[in-house]
């Protein structure tokens, strides 16, 4: 089976906790494309990149500036965010960030202090970075690190700090793995996390991060080119996640005519299909799909539907839209 995966969801924290995870620069490749998209996104659009990781075949749906349109495309495919949960965020005063090659300007020059999260939370969890490195000796620091998490408003001014952590460093070794996290409720918050590094002589640096919580909620439609179509013409569409829980779901689509009494499968629904599990985050359009009406389609009442799992959750939905075909 081939598995996608969309960029920017909180289940990544478990699936890639582990540094040594053979998925490990997957997830670096992720966070990467999360900073750059975090910059100015007044507007998203949506290409798809393609990696080689041993023998799995990798998609990540990443949000950029560069899309390419497919011809006679509608103009609303090239948006991929359908409802962007980091606005609040986007829009607070700037803060200092850790350096998106997670390369601290102190200290050995192997040594990476990495957030595998992002600033969007579902639900209860944890936040935080995690100081590592590849070197085979042990890095030496002999750091003081502080961290804090605070509730802050709308506009990133601290309302109040929850809670500071200090921890002592000795050295950093290929296999500690050191995390400074804070575990934070299933409550629709905006919070601010912070780290200080402090050695000998005094404050080495300090960097901060933004973080909104948002409640789990699952929901997702299909979004159409038109509501009337004509037998012979080309449907194009595609499936939104306007909720915030992550989805899964495949290539297979159904589209079914209305005989009056019940819904029945139509010759235009596609047989067979791909081996893959995509993986769309919360507020995010997968890529538009077109599908050609048979020539001799009979006019009347139709929709089009896709099965979809909610993650961490299990459950099942199918988003449907109707359509009209007309002669």
Aim: hydrophobic fraction near 40%.
């Amino acid at each position: 089976m081939i598995r996608l995966q969309a960029f920017g969801q909180a289940e990544f924290q478990k699936a890639f906790a582990s540094r040594k995870d053979p998925m490990k620069k997957y997830t670096l490749f992720i966070m990467r494309c999360w900073r750059e998209s975090f910059k100015g996104m007044a507007a998203w659009s949506s290409s798809i990149t393609a990696l080689a990781l041993s023998s799995v075949a990798v998609l990540v749906v990443c949000p950029n500036s560069n899309a390419l349109a497919s011809a006679g495309e509608p103009s609303w495919c090239a948006h991929r965010v359908v409802h962007d949960y980091l606005a609040p965020v986007r829009q607070m005063k700037p803060i200092r960030r850790v350096p998106r090659s997670g390369r601290l300007p102190f200290g050995p020059s192997s040594l990476r202090l990495v957030n595998r999260t992002g600033p969007l939370m579902v639900g209860s969890g944890t936040f935080g970075y995690e100081l590592s490195t590849e070197a085979a000796q042990p890095l030496h620091v002999d750091w003081a690190i502080l961290t804090r998490i605070s509730s802050i408003s709308h506009s990133g001014h601290i309302k109040r700090t929850l809670i500071t952590k200090k921890s002592y460093v000795r050295a950093v070794r290929n296999d500690s793995n050191l995390r400074f996290m804070f575990h934070l409720p299933n409550k629709p918050a905006l919070y601010r996390y912070d780290i200080e590094f402090q050695g000998r002589s005094g404050k080495l640096g300090s960097y901060s991060e933004y973080l909104r919580v948002v409640p789990r909620r699952a929901a997702a439609r299909i979004r159409l080119s038109s509501p009337t179509y004509r037998a012979g013409s080309e449907v194009w569409f595609r499936l939104e996640n306007v909720g915030t829980a992550a989805i899964s779901f495949g290539e297979l689509f159904s589209i079914e005519r209305y005989n009056g009494s019940a819904w029945e499968k139509d010759a235009a629904t596609p047989v067979g299909a791909p081996a893959v599990a995509i993986e769309l985050a919360g507020g995010v359009a997968y890529r538009c799909k077109r599908v050609t009406l048979p020539q001799d389609g009979s006019p009347g009442l139709y929709r089009l539907s896709q099965k979809v799992k909610v993650l961490r959750q299990g459950t099942m939905l199918v988003p449907a839209a109707q359509f009209e075909v007309v002669g």
